[in-house]
């Protein structure tokens, strides 16, 4: 079954992953006056700036909830239009700068003058995205190719397409699957990028004296743990704080297959090891919500000198945080890149197209 599609004047585009690569590359193509549509298996924006409801009911059955940022915690802007992008999403209310206490004997690693969404780490991406076609909760299996150009293949065997061009902002083993077939190349060099896990823990306890916005402990299993209710725009109920611990990388590594009740355990008692009070007079830490979340790509080890890879005789890119340092800024920066490559090398019948189309918008 393929769903009809009326045949666009302007080229068409696909940008699937709607994290903040895909966002970046979308809207800077949209900008450039193409189509374009934003395909994710997951119901919300933002990919790994990523934000998780926590719901509890206190002592008296009343149901409080909060949200806590359990993927990327925050980020930096180096580049200029970056910094660009920022000031905009500022000026909207959807981002806000932070600059965190943070409890560190590692040097040079304290935060400084760094980012985050607000009221939560996704609204950065839902503000770029805000206006294009999305289509959420929709995994594209596969891709196929034919002389009307790329269809994408999603649950159940339905088509979407015709697309002039895809875009891939996917962690790595996830594009080299679409790639296969395609860009035989590019998928072996994505098959073999290491990427590594990590296990996120979000709790909520009663409030507790800590003098930190965030730490990185040099001892046990956490890497990152942060008072999440201290970040611009966040909430808790009165006399709460809220948490976020990333176990670190060999850590995860270890325990990755193992369940999730094993790993909440490990992680609460992590926790409690970093805050105050706990051995004085028997004091127990109040737990009022525990969860934890496996994230499987969560870090991509650099293996690219490029920044996107584009190959316009098949109408086909790749973006992504692994052709940087791995951050948001990374990601961002490869998305722009990747589109400002396909506007660049789009052929001369196309150009009068899209200029006029940017004009007229």
Known sequence: MTRNQ???????????????????CAVSLQRAGMQVTVFDKSRGVGGRMATRRATWVDADGAEHTTELDHGAQHFTANHPRFRAVLKRAISVGCVATWQPQVHTVWPGTEVVNSFVGVPHMPALTR?????????????????????????????????????????????????????????????NALTAVPVQASWTLMAVTQDVDWPWDACEPSRGPLAWVARNDRKPGRSVPRGCASWVAHADAAWSAEHLEDDSATVLNLLTEALANQLPGREKNGTKINWLHTSVHRWRYAQAAHTSSDECWWDGALGLGVCGDFMGAGNVEAAWRSGDELADTVAA?????????????????
């Not at 090398?345 to 189309?357: C, G, I, N, S, Y």
């Open 6 to 24: 009326t045949q666009a004047r302007l080229p068409r585009a696909a940008v699937i992953g709607a994290g903040i690569a895909g966002a970046a």
């Open 127 to 187: 503000h770029l995205l805000a206006g294009l076609p999305m289509h959420m909760g929709e995994q594209v299996q596969r891709l196929q190719r034919d002389a009307d150009g790329w269809h994408l293949v999603v649950h159940g065997g339905e088509t979407v397409g015709p697309f002039d061009h895809v875009m891939l902002a996917l962690p790595p083993s996830q594009a080299a699957v679409l790639l296969a077939g395609h860009h035989d190349e590019w998928a």
């Open 345 to 361: 090398t789009m052929d001369d019948e196309v150009l009068p197209q899209l200029a006029e189309a940017t004009v007229s918008a």
